[in-house]
Nanobody, 125 residues
Framework: EVQLVESGGGLVQPGGSLRLSCAAS????????MGWFRQAPGKEREFVAA????????LYTDSVKGRFTISRDNTKNMVYLQMNSLQPEDTAMYYC??????????????????WGQGTRVTVSS
């Protein structure tokens, strides 16, 4: 059974940092690209970042470039999202997901086939 479990969310002040983690199990983790998405209340789920299966390539949405860094450790079946310079507009539920094979470069949630339960990030003073 595929499982993705996110952790690391919380309340942080503007300008602060958080590191999200996603623990994967039940599949060959190193064979799949992974992504992070977020969903704010009343908004659609949006792409944040993705990393290829061997971490050779990364992709970010424009609003997080230079602030967020996605990484993975294939020896631990983990994917991370380091978030710096957080702003109130980053407030959302954050999800990790496995990308369907052959869809690298896609930012559509439809091309991600397994999802975690999410971890909440709140940026507020």
């Amino acid at each position: 059974e595929v499982q993705l479990v996110e952790s690391g969310g919380g309340l942080v002040q503007p300008g602060g940092s958080l590191r999200l983690s996603c623990a994967a199990s039940g599949f060959t983790f190193s064979s799949y690209a992974m992504g992070w998405f977020r969903q704010a209340p009343g908004k659609e789920r949006e792409f944040v970042a993705a990393i290829s299966w061997m971490a050779g390539n990364t992709l970010y949405t424009d609003s997080v470039k230079g602030r967020f860094t996605i990484s993975r450790d294939n020896t631990k079946n983990m994917v991370y999202l380091q978030m710096n310079s957080l702003q109130p507009e980053d407030t959302a539920m954050y999800y990790c997901a496995t990308q369907a094979r052959g869809t690298w470069g896609s930012t559509s949630p439809r091309n991600y086939n397994y999802w975690g339960q999410g971890t909440r990030v709140t940026v507020s003073s």
